[in-house]
């Protein structure tokens, strides 16, 4: 018999120093740093301590909290720089990661602040969850009782249901950092959770309407901040991913961002040469992979508008021009174990989306 001892936790209350930024839009003054001493046991939360530092010293500090338990996603903050549950995270974790001995909180990113740690939800997260249509559209005729849905097309959207809408995925999204205007991780999320559902009857009208918005799947940068900030495993990014895979590969759906070319141009490159030939990404993003495809009109007028981002990139040495445009090479054997990746996955007769999120056997 196994036995496994874990070290008891400190029932002795200690202290912790809180900074909370601070900001009151309607007041007219700039955004400041409040610090607070707590005492509280270290397997406390950043939120208990929070709302101690509230209740003792300043009960005007803006926190939105509920379940206390991590299930309705309300305190999503930012914990010493990165996206947090406060009501999940212990206060002995969240010292460790301090820079300077004091846990800093700050409001979530990427949406406007209402006051001091609560942001507007409904301005970003929520108005992009609505963008999506979440709900079921329900295929026809409707059942005249429950429509049987077989078990594995229900794990499969498993992942996606697990989202508290916390929008700790919206508040490190790098993609709509710079365009606020991207559908984001967490509505894209909730997409799958209807397109992966046999019941719904808009999975083309869906993907399509995703893919042929600039600010949809191709829009992502596939930076996995989100899939690292999600506190449910939700896996945003590989959400879209399977998006894009549905939407190019199974509905035959190019789109006019020419985001799926793009995306194929990437794979077909590394399967010919074993890494990426910057020079080809641009024609075989508008010409696919053939010879001709170099000589597509608009790959010319794109290049020609990525020409100063390209002379700034080799002026900083970020580019070798050498490189750039005869390739990267990699050695003959290499190449030739990169292609047998290729001739194995393509040689399967459909695709296999192995869901990880669900572990376990059945009986
Ligand atoms: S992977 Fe895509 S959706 Fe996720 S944070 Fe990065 S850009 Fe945003
Ligand atoms: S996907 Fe994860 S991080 Fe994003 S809102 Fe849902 S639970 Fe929060
Ligand atoms: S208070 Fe509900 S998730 Fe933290």
Redesign the pocket.
Known sequence: MSSTTTAPRSSVPQAFKLRVRRYDPESGQAAYWDEHEIELEGHRSVLEGILQAKNRFDGSIGIRCSCRQAIC?SC?VRINGE?ALACHTHLDEAIKSAKDGVIEIEPMGNMPVIKDLIVDMDAV?WKKVRRVTPWLIAKQPVPEREYIVDRESMVDVTQTM?????????SDCLAMEVDPGFIG??AL?KAYRFVGDPRDDARHVRLNDLSQDPQGIYDCTHCFK?VE??????N?MGQIMRLRRIAGSDEQIVDVNNGHRHEEAFTTLIRDYGLLHEAELLPRSYGGDSWFGKFHPAAGKELLSSLPAIVKAVVKGKVSPTKAIFGHKIAKRDLDSVKRIYERVEGKPQRYELNLYIVGEDE
């Open positions: 996603g999503g996206p997260h697990a989202c508290i809408q916390c929008g700790a995925c919206v991780p967490a999320a989100c900030a999600c506190p449910k495993d939700v945003p």
